[in-house]
């Protein structure tokens, strides 16, 4: 959800229709595509009901807008806008929505160690990466304390009653940056949208964030495809079919800026303050919601490939890791993921 021009930023690949099976007689799915969120949307419905059609266009986008009015952090007249801003430490309302974001990003965050921390924004904004864009990209030793004493899980509350949802930070100038997050958000509300229209064949996808449903239109599964991580080279890593569930990619290799020939992350390690600087390229995760998904693969990303590894066997989570070596790159799959593929990259299997 991070703006960047000249920047691609899917690392998954959509492959419906190129399944091997023949081109013939493969109805067109109905689409809708867009921009949001800084990143591309796209909605793809295979026979669709008719009646399900009129206004589903301006709907999606209506809803997309909304989502976007509450959790982004680039425009100054949103919720999470007016909360960063408020520099008080009474609870304020927030939307059921947000709640929902929020307390699935806490919980993820802390089944991190806080790797995974959605009050980071003062360090995302230091560097460079967020809409406090600073002239500097190379802080110092002091501003990154600085930015890292505003910065903690333990400064923020989310208080849930039947009357209502507040967050609270404890810390005044506490920042809130759901843009992690934001996609799989999305994606999950988009697809309660379709649903409640009485459609189930469909392929969701904002960002780095896909989440399908039932057969494509040539009646097969909808594929998507992990990339290989090369900057040009358009290889799948390797195929899935998604079940109903939701998938997410966070990649050190396709969001970064150039500095001295090294390459910036626009993902921050917070323990160090610094971006992340190891040789993880990039985390995948398939989960039952595509918030969750989003949630973990920017946690993962932050921890590296050892302790990655070993808090998605820990948690039990579909993961599919791909690590720089020497000579190029290995992969990795914790037993959950393998349930997903359909097919890999030969020169892993
Ligand atoms: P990617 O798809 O490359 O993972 P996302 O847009 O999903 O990218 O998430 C990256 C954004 O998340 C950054 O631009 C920043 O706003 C925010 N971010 C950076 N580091 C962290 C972190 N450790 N925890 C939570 N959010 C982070
Ligand atoms: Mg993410």
Redesign the pocket.
């Known amino acids: 959800?991070?703006r960047f021009s000249g920047v691609v930023?899917a690392?998954l690949m959509l492959l419906w229709g190129c399944d091997g099976a023949p081109a013939v007689d493969q109805a067109q799915p109905w689409r809708a595509e867009g921009k949001i969120m800084g990143?591309y949307y796209r909605v793809l419905v295979a026979s669709p009901p008719a009646a399900a059609l009129p206004g589903l266009n301006e709907a999606i986008e209506r809803q997309l807008a909304q989502d976007n009015h509450q959790i982004s952090?680039w425009q100054d007249d949103t919720i999470l806008s007016r909360f960063n801003r408020y520099r008080g430490t009474e609870p304020q309302p927030i939307t059921a929505g947000m709640a929902d974001i929020v307390s699935t990003?806490l919980r993820i965050?802390a089944k991190t160690g806080g790797?995974?921390?959605?009050t980071?924004?003062p360090?995302?904004n230091l560097w460079g990466?967020?809409p406090e864009k600073q002239p500097s990209m190379t802080p110092d030793a002091r501003q990154i304390a600085n930015a890292r004493a505003r910065v903690g899980l333990e400064h923020l509350r989310l208080i849930e009653t039947d009357k209502g949802q507040w967050l609270q930070k404890t810390l005044p100038d506490l920042y809130v940056?759901l843009?992690?997050?934001?996609?799989g958000y999305a994606i999950d509300h988009l697809a309660a949208l379709l649903e409640q229209r009485g459609i189930t064949r469909y392929l969701v996808s904002v960002?780095?964030?896909v989440l399908t449903r039932g057969l494509s239109p040539s009646q097969q599964p909808w594929r998507v495809a992990i990339q290989h991580p090369t900057d040009e080279a358009v290889a799948a890593e390797a195929i899935v079919d998604l079940q109903g569930h939701g998938i997410?990619?966070?990649?050190?290799y396709?969001?970064y800026y150039e500095l001295n020939g090294k390459r910036i992350?626009?993902?921050?390690?917070?323990v160090t303050g610094r971006p992340i600087d190891h040789k993880l390229v990039s985390a995948t995760v398939i989960a039952t919601t595509a918030l969750e998904a989003?949630g973990w693969?920017?946690?993962l990303?932050?921890l590296g490939t050892e302790k990655a590894k070993q808090l998605a066997l820990r948690e039990g989570l579909a993961v599919f890791l791909i690590t720089k070596s020497d000579n190029g790159f290995t992969t990795w799959m914790s037993p959950q993921f393998s349930s997903f593929i359909i097919s890999r990259n030969d020169k892993d299997a």
Do not use: Q
């Open positions: 959800m991070t930023m690392t990143t952090t990003a965050g790797a995974m921390d959605i980071i924004g360090l995302v990466f967020g940056d843009s992690t997050v934001g996609e960002g780095g964030a997410s990619t966070s990649g050190s396709r969001n992350s626009h993902i921050i390690d917070p989003d693969d920017t946690g990303m932050v």
